[in-house]
């Protein structure tokens, strides 16, 4: 099994920055394509940024320019660091991979997620 544990979300004002991390943990022989979700209150699961294992990244509209994923191979992290944050940024962040397992088998797996709130 692979784990994805989130950390680093929290309380901020509006304007301000944070940076969120999401380390995986398990039985990795690859990790393919990272991502960040969110969901805010009464909202349907949104895709907010990706990062493919060459390092391609893409953006919901909404956070372009604000938002920037990147990723540490090595330490099987990946990373969502979020600036000018905006009160409907509020939201539950999850993280999101897949990849292979040392027995050849796909993987895919969440994280529990992590709260940002984003006040005004």
């Known amino acids: 099994q692979v784990q994805l544990v989130e950390s680093g979300g929290g309380l901020v004002q509006a304007g301000g920055s944070l940076r969120l991390s999401c380390a995986a943990s398990g039985s990795i022989l690859t990790i393919n394509t990272m991502r960040w979700y969110r969901q805010a209150p009464g909202k349907q699961r949104e895709l907010v940024a990706v990062?493919?294992?060459?390092?391609?990244?893409n953006y919901v509209d909404s956070v372009k320019g604000r938002f920037t994923i990147s990723r540490d191979n090595g330490k099987k992290m990946v990373y969502l660091q979020m600036n000018s944050l905006k009160p409907e940024d509020t939201a539950v962040y999850f993280c999101n991979a897949d990849g292979v397992d040392r027995h050849w088998r796909p993987w895919g797996s969440w994280g529990q997620g992590t709260q940002v709130t984003v006040s005004s």
């Open positions: 990062i493919a294992s060459g390092g391609n990244t």
